[in-house]
Nanobody
């Protein structure tokens, strides 16, 4: 089965940085698909964060613009989310998703696309 695996989460102080990574099992190539990061909050609410498409175009939710950068490394077949100037509201479990089409909806993307197991990000003062 094809799988996505996230890594790079951890605990940082306000203003700190983390870089999340998402890798895929053999045979799946991010360059041929659209990929995104989502964040699930403690109350289970899940939100779209950022996406990078086949043509390398990117899209961000307003709250992370200028602080987060999504990228794709073709040689490593990895999706990254560089998160700078982290705020308490950035905390949560971050999931990677990838597929032919993205809906920017946790519910729809979890059901229809590849979806990872998540990595926890904690931001404290």
């Amino acid at each position: 089965d094809l799988q996505l695996v996230e890594s790079g989460g951890g605990s940082v102080q306000i203003g700190g940085s983390l870089r999340l990574a998402c890798t895929a099992s053999a045979g799946y190539y991010f360059q041929s698909h659209n990929s995104a990061w989502f964040r699930q909050l403690a109350d289970r609410e899940c939100r779209f964060v950022a996406e990078v498409n086949r043509d390398e175009s990117t899209l961000y939710v307003d709250s992370v613009k200028g602080r987060f950068t999504i990228s794709r490394d073709r040689t490593k077949n990895t999706i990254y989310l560089q998160m700078n100037d982290l705020k308490p509201e950035d905390a949560g479990v971050y999931y990677c998703a990838s597929g032919e089409s993205l809906y920017r909806s946790c519910e729809l993307d979890r059901r229809t696309n590849l979806w990872g197991q998540g990595t926890q990000v904690t931001v404290s003062s």
